[in-house]
């Protein structure tokens, strides 16, 4: 596997667990506030062990923190998904849910896979992704459901996401078709629809970002670049 | 016949545990909800402080680690709101009255969280207080919130030593870092004196409490309790606590200590703190986004329920 192709499945964990941190100590429900808190967790710690690899990849003193806190924006290969800011609560399930959807298949398939260490994460992954697809379609399904409010915002959320799925799947063609399935199955329950002539937006992986992934990188990258090569 | 008063306080008095189907005076049950649903409140208001760093941790295991503590202390909340409706009270309406300014929470969750080093302070200064005061409460007389307090004071601890590790990092850092290690020292040890309440002498509902065994020690008991261990520890970060008057005392083989300012403590406790407005407008905000989805998350599961209804 690429260097590239790891770091971008480093880059997708760290930016959507940080962007579901920033909902810890708001969630609307505090059982819930945990359960996202939880994946973010996850996500992180999946995030950690990619880079650690990396790492060995790149050597030359590279480490999980100088990937993660000392490359640029043009440098980060996530997918735009993850970058998008919260928004409410439905964006940030549905967001989460059509990450999901495409992180189960992938860590299914990457737990064959030939390359030893990435095998040995996917294999550690994929219990939390189980959870991860489970829980956020559970949510979808039960605000497609809920109330004509709860409706209203799973739709607006499908349709602002839904530009940015292309770029989702781009790298990952093997998952496409089971990601397809998911998301239709899913959305047949919450009675939510695909929307139709959408315009695609990508180019994460070519270090083509939103505005969104600058401003969260100067935050999060913010003490170790002001304070260069100290011990925290 | 002994009267019900005389066989409650001769269950606390032989240490049996009272359990919510138990009877208890009006004014146990009422100091308890009073308690506990303060302290729950703490552990939820507590979230944001420290909150404020997840997205700006330093390494990606300090983010880790701070998401984890952030979480427990939103377990906390969960157990002690539990403990709490085991009462007669329920969790809505404990935390409407935090909303509506009835209820209060610790006032050490009003001042602001300013460099890395607050998070370190935070743990090893304020959840090390927070451990003195709840540790004698994992021997309450109150059931529900001796048993809720184990898990918590366990996790506590745990915080402790993450925090102070944090200020040993830093401690032993570059210029800039011991220089953030001693400010966020500074800010945060009176406060965090304080956090054992008023003096004795000035705390009306001590005896009481100690009658019933909600309470086992009184403040200053704990306040000299947890300087004493603080004022050996600071040796080891090699950073001083800010009180000219600390000083070891041969007699009485505790550390004497400088004036609290009480008019600071009175000024916070009535809302007029750093970040009192800040706090309940981030919880209330939390609370009014969230509405919809609570009552998505209740129609739901009245459709669910009314479908199986029909299935049964
Ligand atoms: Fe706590
Ligand atoms: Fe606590
Ligand atoms: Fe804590």
């Not at chain 1, 359960?35 to 790149?58: C, E, F």
């Amino acid at each position: 596997m690429s260097i590239a192709y790891i770091l971008h499945l480093a880059d997708n964990a760290l930016v959507l667990g940080h962007r579901n941190s920033e909902w810890t100590g708001h969630g609307p429900i505090l059982e819930q506030d945990i359960a996202l808190s939880n994946i973010s967790l996850d996500l992180i710690g999946q995030a950690r062990n990619l880079y650690q690899y990396a790492a060995t990849l790149i050597g030359n003193g590279a480490t999980e923190d100088t990937l993660a806190y000392l490359r640029d924006e043009n440098e980060y290969k996530n997918c735009l998904l993850v970058e998008l800011p919260n928004g409410h609560w439905g964006t940030t399930i549905m967001r989460q849910f059509l990450f999901s959807a495409y992180q189960h298949p992938l860590y299914e398939r990457l737990s064959d896979s030939n390359d030893e260490n990435l095998n040995a994460i996917a294999r550690k992954s994929l219990k939390e992704v189980t959870y991860h697809l489970r829980w956020s379609s559970e949510w979808v399904i039960r605000l497609g459901q809920g109330t004509a409010e709860s409706r209203a915002k799973m739709t607006d959320a499908v349709n602002d996401l839904w530009p940015y799925t292309q770029d989702l799947l781009l790298h990952s063609p093997e998952e496409k078709e089971k990601w397809q399935e998911r998301v239709q199955s899913i959305f047949k329950h919450a009675s939510l629809n695909i929307p139709a002539d959408v315009k695609m937006i990508s180019g994460g992986f070519e270090g083509k970002h939103t505005s969104h992934l600058v401003e969260m990188l100067n935050e999060m990258q913010h003490l170790q670049r002001t304070y260069p090569g100290v011990e925290w | 016949m002994p009267s019900e008063e005389v066989i409650f306080q001769d269950k606390v008095d032989r240490e049996i545990r009272i359990e919510p189907k138990d009877w208890m005076p009006a004014d146990y049950r009422k100091t308890l909800i009073r308690q506990i649903s303060q302290h729950a409140h703490s552990e939820i208001v507590g979230m944001l402080p420290e909150g404020h760093w997840i997205t700006r941790a330093p390494t990606l295991k300090r983010k880790a680690t701070l998401i984890a503590k952030v979480q427990d202390e939103a377990g906390h909340g969960l157990y002690l709101y539990a403990a709490a409706e085991t009462l007669g009270i329920t969790r809505d309406e404990m935390v409407d009255q935090l909303h509506a300014g009835k209820a209060k929470y610790s006032s050490i969750f009003n001042y602001p969280t300013l460099t890395w080093a607050d998070i370190g302070a935070i743990g090893w200064l304020v959840d090390g207080a927070a451990i003195m005061n709840q540790v004698p409460l994992t021997r309450t007389s109150y059931g529900p919130y001796a048993r809720a307090m184990v898990r918590i004071c366990k996790e506590e601890s745990f915080h402790q030593r993450q925090g102070f590790e944090i200020l040993l990092v830093l401690s032993r850092g570059s210029k800039e870092q011991k220089a953030m290690c001693q400010d966020a020292i500074n800010r945060w040890w009176w406060p965090s004196v304080m956090m054992f309440g008023p003096n004795d002498e000035s705390s009306p509902h001590t005896a009481q409490s100690m009658k019933w065994k909600v309470k086992r020690f009184t403040n200053d008991e704990l306040r000299q309790r947890f300087i004493d261990i603080c004022a050996d520890q600071v040796k080891v970060l090699g950073m001083q606590l800010p009180d000219p008057d600390l000083k070891w005392n041969e007699e009485t083989q505790h550390y004497d200590f400088g004036p609290i300012n009480w008019e600071e403590f009175w000024q916070v406790v009535n809302g007029n703190g750093p970040c009192n407005k800040e706090r309940m407008t981030a919880r209330i905000k939390a609370h009014e986004e969230g509405q919809w989805v609570r009552e998505a998350a209740l129609a739901f599961a009245g459709k669910m329920s009314s479908r199986a209804g029909v299935r049964g």
